[in-house]
């Protein structure tokens, strides 16, 4: 999980298989402790992200700024993971040199 997502998350005990079990903090400020309502989510950043998303507390609770921002975090990481390759990028710079010449245009005067 990205750690800057921690800030939107609220920590239980509770686990799923090998896999934390977290709070929606919107949802969990919103909704309190006890409530039924109040699900649990595998603390897994596409996870959370995913909740985040549908989630109406989520959304009241923070404002565009700060969801575009948590939202990038989800971004930035499957980037990552899809930019894994190691392989140097050689760049081909191609110096084409298309050299217009500036033709002064022979302004046709008119002969006496
Ligand atoms: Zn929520």
């Not at 409530?35 to 992200?49: A, M, N, P, V």
């Not at 990028?89 to 245009?105: E, G």
Request: glycine residues 2%; hydrophobic residues 30%.
């Amino acid at each position: 999980m990205v750690q800057s997502l921690k800030n939107y998350i609220v920590k239980t005990n509770k686990k799923s298989g090998n896999n934390n079990l977290c709070y929606c903090k919107a949802c969990f400020t919103k909704l309190g402790k006890n409530s039924l309502k109040l699900k649990t989510i595998i603390d897994k950043t596409e996870r959370l992200i995913t909740h985040f998303k549908n989630c109406r507390n989520f959304h009241d609770a923070y404002d565009n700024d700060e969801k575009s921002k948590v939202f990038a975090l989800a971004m930035k990481k499957s980037n990552l993971m899809e930019v894994n390759t190691n392989d140097s990028s050689n760049q081909q710079l191609l110096l084409q040199r298309d050299s217009v010449s500036s033709r002064s245009s022979l302004s046709s005067l008119p002969s006496q």
